[in-house]
């Protein structure tokens, strides 16, 4: 089982930047493609960033390629979302997620308790 931890989030001006951290325990989270989703008020939850095992593999959503980057740090059982370039549509709650499937949308087992991200026009 894969518990997880989100931090990073807060208010930041149009234009600014965050970094999202995502904290698993169990010694299984290298076996796991990590996610990051987003749910903004009023909308469903969307993908944003998704990234292998290995950490080699990489696949962003359309609205967030050039501004966002996601990595892992398999030794230290974190998994980080890089965030340039904020707009105020990118204010959402965002989720990390662990999948036993890399790029299979419907196989997140695992997810976070969510960490607001709010940006200011």
């Known amino acids: 089982q894969v518990q997880l931890v989100e931090s990073g989030g807060g208010l930041v001006q149009a234009g600014g930047s965050l970094r999202l951290s995502c904290a698993a325990s169990?010694?299984?989270?290298?076996?796991?493609?990590m996610g990051w989703f987003r749910q903004a008020p009023g909308k469903e939850r969307e993908f944003v960033a998704t990234?292998?095992?290995?950490?080699?593999?990489?696949y962003y959503a359309d609205s967030v390629k050039g501004r966002f980057t996601i990595s892992r740090d398999n030794a230290k059982n974190t998994v980080d979302l890089q965030i340039n370039n904020l707009k105020p549509e990118d204010t959402a709650v965002y989720y990390c997620?662990?999948?036993?499937?890399?790029?299979?949308?419907?196989?997140?087992?695992?997810w976070g308790q969510g960490t607001q991200v709010t940006v200011s026009s």
């Open positions: 169990g010694r299984t989270f290298r076996y796991y493609a």
């Open positions: 990234i292998s095992w290995s950490g080699g593999i990489t």
């Open positions: 997620a662990a999948s036993p499937r890399f790029r299979d949308s419907t196989a997140y087992e695992y």
